[in-house]
């Protein structure tokens, strides 16, 4: 509890000192709404308050919350990134419409146009704490601990730069000023991506070197630790083995895994639904942290049912859903749910996967005293109960990270308190997974890790003596349950290259009519003309960083 007030002092402290490196003296006045450079690297709490506010992310919007905890900003203000991937639809465009439709351009970015520009900001910030830290009065110690924590930012800044470009341009520890000369074409060169992923992992290294271990409320809530800089290596070697990338080895990636594993600090929830909202979990190695009167978007009202009197925001697919396995009564065996079989057609949300159920709301679902409605006619969660511009056009809603003892609301202080989690222990235990599988075949290791999840959620284990193939599929399948909406598909379908398969497959929803007791499910395309071409496999650089490079920046290819 100590921790958590002086955390909170400091968070202060940060918002004063938010841009304090950027140098603009339009006029030679004292400011009065940020503490100077001086007075950081003359107090070791200011500077550490500096550090701090690295963690917090620019939003779509390039705005700040004001007393916003430790952990990067998601990289959405209300369309989740799941909603520009085969796993959900925004119900009102929020620029994710033109991504799945294929209609990307350099002019043209929609929900992903400022990650190039915020990235590179933070990176700068990250570089002018590390110049200057020797300045700081502080313990050899407390300086050790903060070089590594802008390392680990740092180097999670390249990781969102790599996996969405390419590619990058590598600063090094430059911290380049407006009167520089900024000509030279060498300053905007753009590195390989083998390069990339090298120094983004040697940094994670150096990092993970100096980082504490413990996640206790001494030390963790919010700020990277050892664990949290070996995860992320793990997640960034995973993506240089993958057919995409094609720069590492598997046998590295699954190395980098068990690394994590092998520390012994994490262990899977006991509960899969309430994993989300506990921010004191043992699964959890990296969060977002929620504070007291932050200004943030609230996801009880953003994706709540319309009945409810919610938004409606991300609405989930029936590709997604149809990825949920059926459960034999027994519990004992699992299999795919087919759309020709009449028995699965007429009762499709029975003895699903339990993940079914924590993640999406189906027509039936028990919410908030009363049944999930979206048959028609006359359903209170359907368009034709409420044909209105927050009516789910797939006739599912989001369930996963909603608190239900929570209001559908918009105060800050009372809705929208949960964590927002970017590494937790079953992506390792996948990672391990799909790269021990690569590199050696499914053995007992691999088995043991996708099952520990299975388990976990209350899935029956994988089928003994599978072919290595029938494991990757099992694998991808896994992933695609456990981590959805945790904006893990979009790249994952990306770096295997099934993207042109995946994301050119129709956006279906579902359309339940009802006559008496009796109801009638039958697929539909809930989005037109999704697509996607070559080119989407990278984002394109937004048409005004090339200008301001002066057009000395490389665009990605055929955009």
């Not at 992320?232 to 598997?250: E, F, I, N, V």
Request: hydrophobic content about 35%; overall charge negative.
């Amino acid at each position: 509890m100590l921790f958590k007030n002086k955390l909170r002092y400091i968070i202060a402290l940060a918002f004063l000192s938010m841009f304090s490196s950027c140098k603009e003296d339009f006029l030679d006045v004292t400011a009065t709404d940020r503490i100077s450079d001086d007075a950081i690297l003359a107090d070791s709490t200011l500077f550490e308050a500096y550090v701090i506010n690295r963690y917090m992310g620019v939003k779509l919007q390039d705005k700040e919350a004001e007393g916003t905890p430790p952990g990067f900003g998601r990289g959405f203000e209300y369309g989740l990134w799941s909603s520009i991937t085969d796993e959900s639809m925004y119900t009102n465009d929020d620029n994710t419409w033109l991504i799945q439709r294929g209609q990307l351009s350099p002019e043209n970015t929609g929900i992903a146009g400022t990650i190039w520009s915020r990235s590179y900001r933070s990176i700068r910030e990250c570089n002018y704490g590390l110049q200057n830290i020797n300045e700081v009065p502080m313990s050899d110690y407390g300086k050790e601990i903060l070089i590594a924590e802008l390392k680990f930012i740092r180097a999670y800044r390249y990781q969102d730069l790599i996996r969405n470009y390419g590619g990058v341009v590598l600063m090094g520890d430059e911290v380049y000023e407006l009167s520089d000369d900024l000509t030279d074409a060498s300053l905007f060169e753009r590195a390989s991506l083998a390069e990339s992923i090298e120094y983004a992992v040697a940094q994670l290294d150096e990092a993970a070197a100096d980082l504490p271990s413990s996640t206790s409320d001494s030390w963790g809530l919010g700020r990277a630790t050892k664990g949290a800089a070996l995860a992320l290596k793990s997640r960034l070697l995973l993506y240089a083995a993958s057919p995409l990338y094609s720069t590492g080895t598997w046998a590295e990636a699954a190395t980098a895994a068990k690394d994590v594993m092998d520390l012994g600090l994490y262990s899977l929830h006991g509960d899969y639904a309430s994993l989300f909202l506990d921010e004191n979990s043992s699964e959890i190695i990296f969060e977002r942290l929620y504070a007291i009167g932050t200004r943030h978007v609230c996801l009880e009202i953003s994706n709540g049912p319309n009945g409810y009197g919610g938004w409606g925001g991300n609405t989930p697919l029936q590709n997604l859903v149809d990825a949920y396995e059926i459960v034999s009564e027994d519990g004992t065996t699992a299999t795919e749910f087919d759309w020709n079989n009449p028995e699965h057609t007429s009762a499709p949300y029975e003895n699903r996967d339990p993940r079914f159920y924590a993640s999406i709301l189906y027509n039936g679902a028990e919410y908030r005293g009363r049944e999930i409605e979206t048959f028609e006619p006359g359903g209170q969660d359907s368009q034709d109960g409420n044909d209105n511009w927050n009516t789910s056009k797939t006739g599912y809603y989001l369930r996963k990270f909603i608190d239900e003892d929570l209001p559908i609301s918009n105060p800050w202080d009372v809705a929208g308190t949960q964590p927002w989690i970017y590494m937790r222990y079953a992506e390792i235990l996948l990672n391990y997974a799909e790269a021990q599988n690569e590199s050696v075949g499914p053995d007992a290791t691999v088995y043991d890790a996708i099952n520990q999840i299975r388990a976990r959620a209350g899935m029956p284990e994988l089928t003994t003596g599978l072919s290595q193939d029938q494991m990757r599929e099992a694998i991808m399948r896994e992933r695609q349950v456990e981590l959805a909406f945790e904006e893990h598909r979009y790249y994952d379908v990306r770096r295997w290259e099934i993207a042109m398969e995946t994301e050119n497959e129709d956006a279906y929803g579902i359309s339940i009519t009802q006559d008496g007791d009796e109801f009638t499910y039958t697929r539909k395309v809930a989005l037109d003309g999704k697509s996607f071409s070559e080119q989407h496999y990278w984002l394109p650089i937004p048409r005004a960083e090339i200008q301001s490079s002066g057009d000395l920046l490389e665009q990605n290819p055929n955009y």
